[in-house]
């Protein structure tokens, strides 16, 4: 804590459950700054337990911005996500999240993607719910695809669309993008690098605290909605709750099916910190936060 700059923005990326959230409020409360989410899911207001999402009573102790503000049903995307962030720089932030994609945008810039038309996006939907990612896969250009993260089909389905819409490649608009809003020689950047046997252990507990804490209510309430094609259904967890829910399996597999998806998650979220965050300042956690 020291040694992080009580000037410029932090910025905190790190795993799933790799404790984030707890060195924000610390920053927070020491600098008087405003917690600022960079995380995809935790912007979605159904969910709160099964993301991780700030308590009621951290909110209410400490200014947050940006966290449960989407409906279900409403656009979101990066280039909202980073407008938004525009208007609350007038303050000191601490941006935390394990969202890679939200901290390149912020810290490189963002390409000004043409919207992508109805119908090459109805036809990207329509590969992907097939089972055809690896078809979208194959089809992207090599700089893109060597900057894509080739195991989330949501991400390869965009790369897809924006090549089948404009005819170039997503790397291409990226090479022509928006200058950055914080570059990275103005900001303090943190990336979390915790010992895999030490992140497995806490995403176990923290599922059971999950459950105890009412996330298969949480996933019972949004149930009547369900659309797993959806953004804001891919909640790490509700899935497989969904299907205890339905009767397709026992909360015991549906728990084990969760925790090794999170694992999974987090795995990706790694390789993508190594290979797009060299020059941020790894820090190693030694405790769990409480």
């Not at 959230?21 to 020491?30: E, G, K, V």
């Amino acid at each position: 804590m020291k040694q992080i700059s009580r000037e410029k923005p932090v910025l905190i990326a790190g795993p799933t459950a790799s404790g984030k959230s707890a060195l924000a409020l610390d920053l927070a409360a020491r600098d008087g700054r405003v917690i600022v989410n960079a995380d995809a899911l935790q912007v979605y207001r159904d969910w709160r337990v099964l993301t991780a999402r700030p308590s009621p009573a951290e909110e209410a102790a400490l200014p947050h911005a940006l966290y449960g503000h989407v409906g279900r049903d409403e656009d979101y995307s990066v280039g909202t996500w980073l407008r938004q962030v525009a208007g609350l720089l007038d303050r000191p932030v601490v941006i935390v999240g394990g969202t890679g994609l939200y901290f390149s945008a912020l810290t490189e810039g963002l390409a000004e993607v043409p919207a992508i038309p109805p119908q090459v996006r109805a036809e990207a939907d329509a590969l992907r719910l097939s089972g055809q990612v690896d078809v979208m896969r194959a089809a992207l250009d090599a700089a893109t695809a060597h900057k894509t993260d080739l195991l989330n089909p949501a991400r390869v389905q965009r790369a897809w669309e924006v090549l089948r819409a404009t005819g170039r490649g997503l790397s291409d608009w990226q090479a022509v993008g928006a200058p950055p809003l914080l570059p990275l020689d103005q900001v303090e950047a943190l990336v979390l690098c915790p010992a895999v046997p030490w992140l497995d252990d806490r995403i176990s507990r923290r599922f059971a605290l999950m459950l105890a804490a009412g996330a298969l209510d949480e996933v019972r309430t949004a149930m009547p909605h369900w659309q797993p094609d959806r953004p804001w259904a891919r909640a790490i967890g509700a899935p497989e709750l969904v299907a205890h829910l339905r009767g397709a399996m026992s909360l015991e597999a549906a728990t084990v099916a969760a925790i090794l998806a999170s694992r999974q998650y987090a795995k990706r979220q790694r390789t993508w910190f190594r290979s797009r965050m060299k020059d941020w300042h790894p820090v190693v956690p030694s405790v769990v936060p409480g």
